[in-house]
């Protein structure tokens, strides 16, 4: 299995994600990468749109059948690679938001976004969609985004090439796909924290749609659940209880 030696690719579709789940369920191998140079239904996470404007972002999702069911840590393992990429082409030094953000100086650049499917305790597929902003100018985007995003030629002044980045990225999705594989957890645990833009020990807030859970930040557990130590006590939480994470309020 070689991801990015095959690669579909389309004018446009309604979601790469989608279009590669339907090759995934006719029986397209491990590895296959669906590439469009827009969506018209771009999806996001929690059921958000993904702005998708032509030839301005890399839109992508990659087929995978792991061999077991615990898949919870693959949406690291393509921020992990993503941000290796654009360090290692471009010399931008990005950060992972978690679950799913990669951004830059606190704006937006990119998402992660993994989708699956089981055959009882078996995975039948799981499908790992990338969003990145790269060739976009200010006024591409949405005014109602313009101010929280950013893309990698604002970032580099300079236009993009994106078969470049391609070759880089397939290298660290590769490596840390065979990572996962392996069993290597902590390890892919340690590069996500080494990236992440939450430093350990930072008090925050967790906010879901019926609360505000405060606490310390205490790292991310074997399957990825973000740790928050309240009142001496630490529990795991997971990206669908979480709508939002902010940093703890200081008190007056």
Not at 12 to 18: A, H
Not at 39 to 62: E, F, I, M, P
Not at 166 to 171: A, S, V, Y
Not at 182 to 188: A, L, M, P, S, Y
Request: proline fraction near 4%; charge should be positive.
């Amino acid at each position: 299995m070689n991801i990015g030696a095959k690669i579909l690719r389309v004018k446009s579709c309604p979601s790469t994600n989608d279009l590669a789940k339907e090759l995934a369920l006719s029986g397209e191998s491990e590895g296959m990468v669906v590439i469009a140079e827009e969506q018209t239904r771009g999806k996001g996470t929690k059921g958000r749109d993904w702005y998708s404007a032509r030839k301005k972002g890399l839109y992508l999702s990659v087929v995978l059948t792991p061999p077991f069911p615990d898949i919870s840590l693959l949406p690291l393992v393509a921020g992990i690679a993503v941000s290796d990429a654009v360090l290692s082409c471009l010399g931008i030094r990005v950060g992972l938001k978690w679950p799913n953000d990669v951004v830059w100086e606190g704006k937006k650049l990119g998402g992660i976004l993994c989708e699956s499917g089981f055959l009882g305790n078996r995975v039948n597929y799981a499908i790992l969609g990338i969003g990145l902003n790269v060739n976009y100018e200010k006024g591409d985007f949405p005014k109602g985004i313009r101010r929280q995003a950013i893309s990698l030629k604002l970032i580099k002044k300079e236009k993009i090439e994106e078969e470049a980045f391609l070759d880089c990225l397939w290298k660290f999705l590769n490596h840390w796909y065979g990572c996962f594989l392996k069993g290597e957890k902590q390890r892919i645990l340690r590069a996500y924290q080494e990236t992440s833009v939450l430093p350990l020990g930072e008090k925050i807030d967790l906010i879901t749609d019926r609360e505000v859970l405060s606490g310390v930040y205490r790292g991310l557990d074997p399957q990825g659940g973000l740790i928050l130590e309240r009142d001496g006590l630490r529990e795991s939480f997971f990206s669908a209880e979480i709508k939002t994470i902010q940093k703890a309020k200081k008190e007056e």
